[in-house]
């Protein structure tokens, strides 16, 4: 077979690029900025393989404009950027990261909850806006975590691992999740509610841990929202379409619930002009949950070894949609 022809659509860690260059023709988008439809569908018409990212749409369209493509590696365990149905009657693999960012992301999920409860951002724009006069009793008062109870969204991996590190910090956890897990529950001594209301309610503190999917959008709305104590936080590492943002906004202004920490936003970048960021009982961040040195080289490694994989007819690490190999006309 010739060497194949990979488009990665943003520069990646080293190792994986060595990895692809070893076995195939790369071409890499050098800028910030992710390629636009155009320029994807472009760079990807005369392409066997392309290594994406979260931000690139794979859709007909693409798929359409890049007849050769066989495999499409998502360097995210996310895939709501993928019409995955699509590439399978196209006969095109699609892989995954998941696993390497597990703990990473569950890290952040907890440093953005211990932010908001204690208000880590707030003081730090305080001091820097010379209002640290004095020291007071009652200045910037947060939220224990210890003794409170933890609502668990998603108890997947990185739902799991949240929850373990809420028990270090003595926080009561339950969740809720499609399947139920006893073995969890009884190993880290987790509580199930069935009911995501029931869930809400009984929360001091909220962590989402869902995939975005059809049955997830808007999850979290204005009426979920009205179920949470007023003085609970909310905190969204998963995907930003899971909250009603602009439900959010509005339950935050009037008091409904006390605070949020989010990672993620329904349109990423968020604009300036989101109202949330008036508010100053909001922590947002741009995306980065599983952005540590370590993870982002495994995940692109594991990225690459996926489209190798795939693309030589081995078994990739981590196929979506292995049937799209019997299906294949080429
Ligand atoms: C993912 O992998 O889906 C995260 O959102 C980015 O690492």
Request: charge should be neutral; aromatic fraction near 4%; include cysteine.
């Amino acid at each position: 077979m010739s060497t194949p022809h990979v488009f990665v659509t943003r520069m990646i860690a080293p190792e994986a690029l060595a990895l692809l260059r070893a076995q195939a023709d790369v071409d890499v988008w050098p800028h910030e900025s992710p390629p636009s439809a155009n320029e994807l569908r472009e760079r990807a018409h005369t392409c066997d393989g392309l290594l994406t990212m979260l931000t690139d749409r794979v859709d007909a369209g693409l798929l359409d404009a890049a007849p050769r493509v066989r495999v499409i590696s998502n360097m995210a365990v996310g895939y709501d950027n993928i019409q995955v149905p699509e590439a399978t009657k196209r006969g095109v693999l699609i892989g995954t990261t998941p696993g390497v960012l597990t703990k990473t992301s569950a890290e952040f999920a907890f440093a953005l909850l211990l932010a908001a409860a204690r208000r880590v951002v707030e003081g730090d724009q305080f001091l820097r806006a010379g209002k640290w006069q004095t020291w007071h009793p009652g200045m910037l008062l947060g939220r224990d975590l210890a003794g409170a109870t933890l609502g668990i969204v998603g108890l997947g991996a990185i739902g799991l691992e949240v929850a373990k590190r809420a028990r270090v910090f003595e926080m009561h956890v339950a969740y809720t999740s499609r399947t139920r897990k006893p073995e969890e529950e009884q190993r880290y001594g987790l509580t199930w509610i069935h009911d995501l209301s029931d869930l809400l309610q009984a929360s001091d503190f909220v962590s989402l841990h869902v995939a975005l999917t059809e049955q997830t959008r808007h999850l979290i709305g204005l009426k979920q929202l009205h179920h949470m104590k007023r003085t609970a936080i909310l905190v969204n590492t998963a995907r930003g379409s899971v909250v009603d943002q602009k439900a959010l906004y509005g339950a935050l202004r009037e008091g409904v619930i006390a605070g949020a920490a989010l990672d993620v936003a329904e349109q990423e970048p968020m604009p300036l002009s989101e109202p949330l960021l008036t508010l100053p009982n909001v922590i947002v961040t741009p995306h980065i949950a599983s952005a540590s040195v370590a993870t982002r080289t495994r995940m692109a490694v594991m990225a690459a070894q996926n489209l190798l994989a795939g693309l030589s007819g081995q078994t990739m690490l981590h196929c979506l949609n292995p049937q799209a190999f019997v299906g294949r006309k080429k």
